[in-house]
């Protein structure tokens, strides 16, 4: 069993910079896609980047491209996120999740095929 802890949210104004590190204990994460997650209130969790559990193959939304960057240490068992150029839309309750390897080739998207959920971390774009 996974456990997931998220860090480095926080609010920035439009334009700034944030990285989000996911932590992971009891378990390795070396053999799992992973993934980051945003929610906002009254919508489904969106899927915000995906990453393969080699990461060798990395995966974006739209709304991200070009902005954020996923990135894992399997060695440090730990997850990242790199978001640069925030917009207000990128605000959100940030979590990262675990699931089985080959989700990421299949939907990598599907917050519901994710087996391990962290708590999450607030992230504030303000204009």
């Known amino acids: 069993q996974v456990q997931l802890v998220e860090s480095g949210g926080g609010s920035v104004q439009a334009g700034g910079s944030l990285r989000l590190s996911c932590a992971a204990s009891?378990?390795?994460?070396?053999?799992?896609?992973m993934a980051w997650f945003r929610q906002v209130p009254g919508k489904e969790r969106e899927g915000v980047g995906g990453?393969?559990?080699?990461?060798?193959?990395?995966y974006y939304d739209d709304s991200v491209k070009g902005r954020f960057t996923i990135s894992r240490d399997n060695a440090k068992n730990t997850l990242y996120l790199q978001m640069n150029s925030q917009k207000p839309e990128d605000t959100g309750m940030y979590y990262c999740a675990a699931g089985p390897a080959g989700l990421c080739f299949l939907d990598w998207s599907s917050s519901r095929e994710y087996t391990y959920w962290g708590q999450g971390t607030q992230v504030t774009v303000s204009s």
């Open positions: 009891r378990d390795t994460i070396s053999g799992y896609c």
């Open positions: 990453i393969s559990a080699g990461g060798t193959r990395t």
